[in-house]
């Protein structure tokens, strides 16, 4: 199912463990926000055509961070398209660390492929007509990252937080001290919706990210009192 979230903005929704895939169509070059799993391509590749885009019309993707339900099907774009991912996902992605990844367990049929290139904070992503900033929210993954685009206020947040605040599960290479710096930096945007990777779109973005961020505090709380309960069993 596709929805279209701002003139020339499309979501397309996947049902779990598949996590949802963006389109940018922009003024010359067109972007996809993570693709999802493998074995959702046919699905992907039917929607895109509903829109009239072929799959070698895809020239940009760039993927929220490394785990399989958002990467999946990014082998069949690979020969045409530029990959983008922040370079703490980029290398895992590289070195094919399935234990962060999760790809062989969670979408046996992916392909390898490489990002081409490692993004930084604060990287610019000019496509004529939207702008996005790509900014580092480690937490869920050491190499998370949400795109902002700044004049239309939104924010493409793959699993860093969902709607209603809802925080994703901390994995690998992930912890809830940078977690929480990471909703706390996001607490400080404009945003105007929530376009998160999996759930809803959300009209109510910045009262989401403060009750994911009260989440995560309540969360690095219990987890703080069990180690020190842990600890005290051990003495």
């Given at each position: 199912?596709?929805?279209?979230?701002?003139?020339?903005?499309?979501?397309f929704?996947?049902?779990?463990?598949?996590?949802?895939?963006?389109?940018?169509?922009?003024?010359?070059k067109?972007?996809?926000?993570?693709?999802?799993?493998?074995?959702?391509?046919?699905?992907?590749?039917?929607?895109?055509?509903?829109?009239?885009?072929?799959?070698?019309?895809?020239?940009?993707?760039?993927?929220?961070h490394?785990?399989?339900?958002?990467?999946?099907?990014?082998?069949?774009?690979?020969?045409?398209?530029?990959?983008?991912a922040?370079?703490?996902?980029?290398?895992?992605?590289?070195?094919?660390?399935?234990?962060?990844?999760?790809?062989?367990?969670?979408?046996?049929?992916a392909?390898?492929?490489?990002a081409?290139?490692?993004?930084?904070?604060?990287?610019?992503?000019?496509?004529?007509?939207?702008?996005?900033r790509?900014?580092?929210?480690?937490?869920?993954?050491?190499?998370?990252?949400?795109?902002?685009?700044?004049?239309?206020?939104?924010?493409?947040?793959?699993?860093?937080?969902?709607?209603?605040?809802?925080?994703?599960?901390?994995?690998?290479?992930?912890?809830?001290?940078?977690?929480?710096?990471?909703?706390?930096?996001?607490?400080?945007?404009?945003?105007?919706?929530?376009?998160?990777?999996h759930?809803?779109?959300?009209?109510?973005?910045?009262?989401?990210?403060?009750r994911?961020?009260?989440?995560?505090?309540?969360?690095f709380?219990?987890?703080?009192?069990?180690?020190e309960?842990?600890?005290?069993?051990g003495?």
């Open positions: 199912m596709k929805k279209e979230v701002m003139p020339g903005i499309f979501q929704r996947a049902e779990k463990p598949g996590g949802h895939v963006y389109l940018v169509k922009g003024r010359h067109n972007m996809l926000i993570d693709t999802g799993l493998a074995a959702n391509y046919p699905k992907l590749e039917a929607s895109m055509l509903e829109l009239g885009l072929r799959p070698s019309d895809i020239h940009f993707i760039v993927l929220t490394e785990h399989f339900d958002h990467i999946g099907a990014t082998s069949f774009f690979y020969e045409h398209a530029v990959v983008a922040h370079r703490l996902a980029a290398n895992k992605i590289e070195l094919q660390d399935d234990f962060v990844t999760m790809v062989k367990s969670g979408d046996a049929t392909a390898p492929f490489f081409d290139v490692w993004l930084e904070n604060d990287t610019m992503i000019d496509l004529g007509n939207y702008r996005f790509a900014l580092h929210t480690p937490g869920h993954t050491s190499g998370c990252i949400c795109l902002y685009e700044p004049y239309e206020g939104l924010l493409f947040t793959g699993d860093t937080v969902f709607a209603g605040g809802a925080l994703s599960g901390i994995f690998g290479s992930g912890n809830i001290s940078d977690y929480m710096n990471s909703l706390e930096r996001l607490s400080t945007l404009r945003v105007t919706k929530l376009c998160p990777g759930g809803w779109l959300s009209d109510s973005p910045e009262e989401d990210i403060v994911g961020l009260e989440h995560a505090r309540s969360l709380e219990d987890t703080k009192m069990l180690f309960a842990l600890i005290k069993r003495e």
